[in-house]
């Protein structure tokens, strides 16, 4: 343990400038480490991974992020949005996205674009700053909710299999 700790102590002073980095390296495999390789984090630290048997989870901070492959062709994605979140599981998945259209414009959007593509729209909940709709085709349900914050909308996506 000694000797570990008058490595790290070395490494910290004979790297000047870069203890932000180191420190952030360190943090990254301490997480890795501890999940027994079940989270891993990209190369250059923009993106993070948790993967188990059951399914996976990515989250990023850069334009990296992408919609899971898997994830149904029959749901509609807002134009010119880019990807914050996704989940991809066994059950289903949850996208998150964000775009400089305006929510009432999303909320058309979806309504119409799902509908094109043979989702029914079941429910919708509107209160303040945010609109849920709900919407079923076959042997799935899609929930749509659109919010509003910081001069972006926000659309978060679960598709699941009904119960």
């Not at 029959?74 to 949005?81: C, E, G, L, M, N």
């Not at 709709?133 to 910081?150: C, H, P, Q, S």
Request: one cysteine or more; glycine letters at 6%.
């Amino acid at each position: 343990m000694k000797r570990l700790c008058i490595l790290f102590s070395t490494a910290f002073l004979t790297l000047p400038g870069c203890g932000k980095k180191i420190e952030k390296t360190v943090t990254e495999k301490i997480i890795e480490h501890s999940s027994n390789g079940k989270v891993k984090f990209s190369k250059d630290g923009s993106s993070m991974k948790f993967k188990d048997d059951k399914g996976s989870m990515t989250f990023a901070s850069d334009k990296s992020l992408k919609i899971p492959e898997g994830f149904p062709s029959d749901i509609f994605i807002i134009r010119h949005s880019k990807v914050a979140m996704a989940v991809e599981n066994p059950k289903g998945y949850a996208i998150s996205l964000e775009t400089d259209n305006d929510a009432a414009s999303v909320e058309t959007a979806y309504k119409e674009e799902m509908a094109q593509r043979g989702w029914t729209n079941k429910n919708s909940y509107a209160m303040q700053k945010q609109t849920a709709l709900i919407f079923e085709k076959d042997t799935r349900a899609a929930n749509v909710l659109i919010t509003t914050g910081n001069k972006k909308t926000v659309v978060a996506i679960m598709v699941a299999l009904k119960k």
